[in-house]
């Protein structure tokens, strides 16, 4: 695995959107209705621009593997990860994740806090976010179902808030 990550840009809507699509993405999203082109679009372009969001695109040699986005709000990072469906269960999730946070530490330091919330029932990325040190904080409701909320501890390894 040679993993090489770069910011996202415009010309990447539809790749994400194709990730963003794809079945089982939907299966453990909290809106699994398919998203519109013109809603991605306008979505992406926003995203884009907030000064608040960082998304980076993730490949192996020259092909895409998947995406992480943070969207800031205060002390809290909340991740959005996505492994392109073909690349599944070979540990690209937890090695693009390792990365994305290196990247966010060295732009934020540890005063930001990583956070996911993860549907109870996606196993897969339950593991993969405690893998990478994630521990669970609390849960909350999203519509019918119950989500776990984990948090990446700082530099010093104690949890904020």
């Known amino acids: 695995?040679?993993?090489?990550?770069?910011?996202?840009e415009r010309g990447?809507?539809?790749?994400?959107?194709r990730w963003a699509n794809d079945l089982e993405t939907r299966r453990n999203a909290f809106s699994q209705m398919p998203i519109p082109w013109p809603d991605h679009?306008?979505?992406?372009?926003?995203?884009?621009?907030?000064?608040?969001?960082?998304?980076?695109?993730?490949?192996?040699?020259?092909?895409?593997?998947?995406?992480v986005r943070f969207d800031m709000a205060g002390e809290a990072?909340?991740?959005?990860?996505?492994?392109?469906?073909?690349r599944r269960g070979r540990g690209y999730g937890k090695a693009m994740l390792t990365e994305a946070i290196d990247r966010l530490r060295a732009e934020h330091g540890a005063r930001v806090t990583p956070r996911a919330s993860v549907l109870e029932a996606n196993a897969a990325s339950l593991r993969m976010f405690r893998a990478c040190g994630f521990t669970e904080v609390g849960a909350e409701r999203r519509g019918d179902d119950r989500a776990i909320v984990l948090e990446l501890p700082g530099a010093s390894g104690e949890r904020k808030g």
């Open 41 to 67: 679009l306008a979505w992406l372009d926003g995203r884009l621009a907030s000064a608040a969001t960082r998304i980076w695109i993730f490949s192996d040699g020259d092909t895409p593997v998947g995406q």
């Open 77 to 86: 990072a909340e991740i959005d990860i996505s492994v392109a469906p073909e």
């Open 12 to 17: 990447d809507a539809e790749l994400l959107w």
């Open 1 to 8: 695995m040679r993993l090489v990550g770069r910011r996202a």
